[in-house]
């Protein structure tokens, strides 16, 4: 082995001095640590409109037992797609369900509609309809997205076209607007 030029330097060495300064930096660290905490983390959605969201605390509403306004006959209404997210900005979750009807043939129509549920009620009701099912829409994809509701859905040109074969593949939106649901047409949205 060869052996260094430089001679050794005294501060290299380890002592016991050393040790114990070296364990009471550590000892001080981890007890200013557990002084100084940060806050809570707080996490909110932006609502767009500038002003703090509403906490929500409540859970969305559910769709099992609801009776939906759709006419089945002797068949159940199946909720196909569902969605759920403050619409009114009042800090409680409202759902949006897409219904139809199980036809054993065909392409039965959704329906679309807005369940709430009251801080003392005991079960969900609807209190809007976004899509009739008198329209003939199957609808395709619900999201519900900073207090707006948005569908993609399949729709028929004219009376004569086939419930098998949709032509028309169009979307809206709807938003919570002076005590009702406005729909429009989302930006970037073609009708097939």
């Known amino acids: 082995m060869q052996q260094s030029a430089v001679p050794e330097l005294a501060h290299t060495h380890t002592r016991p001095i050393?040790?114990?300064?070296?364990?009471?930096?550590?000892?001080?660290?981890?007890?200013?640590?557990?002084?100084?905490?940060?806050?809570?983390?707080?996490?909110?959605?932006?609502?767009?409109?500038?002003?703090?969201?509403?906490p929500v605390t409540a859970a969305a509403p559910t769709t099992a037992g609801v009776d939906f306004p759709i006419e089945c006959g002797h068949v159940e209404a199946l909720v196909m797609r569902k969605a759920s997210g403050d619409l009114d900005g009042d800090g409680r979750p409202?759902?949006?369900?897409?219904?139809?009807c199980d036809a054993p043939m065909g392409t039965p129509p959704d329906g679309v509609y807005?369940?709430?549920?009251?801080?003392?009620?005991?079960?969900?009701?609807?209190?809007?309809?976004?899509?009739?099912?008198?329209?003939?829409?199957?609808?395709?994809?619900?999201?519900?997205?900073?207090?707006?509701?948005l569908a993609d859905y399949l729709g028929y040109s004219s009376?004569?076209?086939?419930?098998?074969?949709?032509?028309?593949?169009?979307?809206?939106k709807w938003q919570w607007k002076d005590d009702t649901f406005i729909r429009s047409t989302p930006a970037g949205a073609h009708t097939v």
């Open 18 to 54: 050393h040790w114990v300064a070296t364990a009471t930096a550590v000892a001080a660290v981890v007890a200013l640590s557990s002084v100084l905490q940060p806050g809570p983390a707080t996490a909110a959605q932006a609502s767009g409109t500038g002003a703090p969201p509403a």
């Open 94 to 100: 409202e759902t949006v369900a897409a219904v139809h």
């Open 159 to 172: 009376a004569d076209v086939p419930s098998c074969c949709p032509d028309v593949k169009e979307s809206a």
């Open 114 to 149: 807005v369940l709430t549920q009251a801080a003392d009620a005991t079960s969900p009701r609807v209190v809007a309809t976004l899509i009739d099912p008198k329209e003939r829409r199957t609808v395709t994809a619900l999201t519900v997205d900073d207090g707006t509701v």
